[in-house]
């Protein structure tokens, strides 16, 4: 469970949308549900790897409207 992106409150999946699509620094941490638990991402390398994943898996687009 994420409870916090980059420190800001994550309640519904747009929240985390917008935490990231405004997310200027070269990471994005994601704090989950235990205390002492996150995950800490690369901005740059995520972004990049997006479209592979996407095809890989099969998935047409990363999200809907």
């Known amino acids: ?3 916090k ?3 800001r409150t994550v309640n519904r999946l747009s929240d ?3 935490i990231l699509e ?3 620094g070269p990471y994005d941490v994601f704090e989950l549900g235990e205390p002492g638990r996150f995950i ?3 901005r ?3 972004l990049e790897a997006g ?3 996407l095809k890989r ?5 990363d999200r809907n409207p």
């Open 40 to 42: 800490v991402l690369d």
């Open 22 to 24: 405004s997310s200027a």
């Open 1 to 3: 469970l994420v409870e």
């Open 44 to 46: 740059k390398a995520a």
């Open 16 to 18: 985390l949308v917008e």
């Open 57 to 61: 898996y099969g998935v047409s687009k």
């Open 51 to 53: 479209p592979e994943i």
């Open 5 to 7: 992106v980059n420190g």
